[in-house]
C-alpha cells in the first residue's frame, strides 16, 4: 500500500497560481500512474489530471486544459499538480491517487485507483 500526502493548497484570489505536491511514501510510485482528482462541496468527484507511470502522457479534464500542469519527479517520488490562473469554479478538496496494481494507463476514473490522499484544500476567492 502507498501513503500519499498532499500539501499546498490555501486561499487565493482568482487568477492566482498555486502548485499542489503529493508525497508518497510505503513504496516507489515510479511504475504507477498517478492522478489528481477535486471534490466541491455537494458535487461530484472529478477527474482533473493525470500522467502516466513512465511520465511521458499526461491527461487532463476539460475544465483545466492548458491552465493546469501535471508532473512527476519519481526519485523524489512525489508528484506536482502546477495550476495557474485559478477560478472560482475551481475551490475543492483536491486529492492524489496511485493506480498502484502496477504498470496500468492513466484513467479518469476514481474507482480505478487504490490508494488515496486525505486532500488539500484550495479556495478560490476574491
Known amino acids: 500500500q502507498v501513503q500519499l500526502v498532499e500539501s499546498g493548497g490555501g486561499l487565493v484570489q482568482p487568477g492566482a497560481s498555486l502548485r499542489l505536491s503529493c508525497v508518497a511514501s510505503g513504496r516507489t510510485i515510479r511504475n504507477y500512474a498517478m492522478g489528481w482528482f477535486r471534490q466541491a462541496t455537494g458535487k461530484e468527484r472529478e477527474f482533473v489530471a493525470g500522467?502516466?507511470?513512465?511520465?511521458?502522457?499526461?491527461y487532463y479534464g476539460d475544465s483545466v486544459k492548458g491552465r493546469f500542469t501535471i508532473s512527476r519527479d519519481n526519485a523524489k517520488n512525489t508528484v506536482y499538480l502546477q495550476m495557474n490562473s485559478l477560478k472560482p469554479g475551481d475551490t475543492a478538496l483536491y486529492y492524489c491517487a496511485a493506480r498502484s496494481a502496477g504498470r496500468v494507463p492513466v484513467s479518469s476514473i476514481s474507482d480505478d485507483y487504490n490508494d488515496w490522499g486525505q486532500g488539500t484544500q484550495v479556495t478560490v476567492s476574491s
Open positions: 500522467i502516466s507511470w513512465g511520465g511521458g502522457s499526461t
